[in-house]
């Protein structure tokens, strides 16, 4: 997590993995799509090449999370971000503005991946497989053991240790040089 930061080179693998995962699932009928995370603490140093990386990819089966963490001026990343020269692939969020609300963070994150996947299929000219038809009797029903709860903590001694309801206890005790 030093500087410079360039995300270049893992744009270009990441949409060379995701171009051929679709060119298999597709010759057996199916659909893949790609969601590259990355997480910083630095703004992007190559903007340029950043540019032109993700031009290259918005043809891909991808979508791409930039999640920065940390006071560093993320300026360069909404120009990024904002960018509109191309199918819109990349999303930028900014940890600190989300990081005491999880929820929020998870829908800022999350939010823009679904219209970027339809997109990218529509475009592509790749409608959705039909629905899976399942008559009643083919649901397979296994009766499941009742819910089992255990309660994890630490012993006096900082060992791991497990509770359950039915009294049982477990110990972890390390083996030295851990």
Avoid: W
């Amino acid at each position: 997590m030093s500087g410079p930061t360039s995300f270049t080179q893992v744009i270009d693998t990441a949409s060379s993995f995701a171009t051929k995962a679709q060119e298999e699932a597709n010759q057996e009928g199916k659909m893949k799509y790609g969601i590259l995370l990355i997480i910083t603490n630095g703004t992007v140093s190559d903007v340029d090449e950043t540019l032109a990386s993700l031009e290259k990819a918005s043809d891909a089966p991808l979508s791409i999370v930039v999640v920065c963490v940390g006071d560093n001026d993320f300026t360069a990343m909404n120009e990024l971000d904002d960018q509109r020269s191309y199918r819109d692939i990349l999303q930028f969020v900014e940890f600190n503005a989300h990081k005491h609300d999880s929820n929020s963070l998870t829908q800022a994150t999350l939010n823009e991946i679904p219209g970027q996947l339809v997109g990218y299929f529509q475009r592509n000219g790749i409608n959705p497989s039909p629905p899976v038809q399942v008559a009643e009797d083919e649901i397979l029903y296994v009766q499941q053991q009742e819910d089992i709860n255990l309660n994890f903590g630490f012993d006096p001694n900082g060992n791991i240790s497990v509770a359950g309801d039915s009294g049982a206890y477990a110990s972890y005790v390390p083996p030295s040089g851990y």
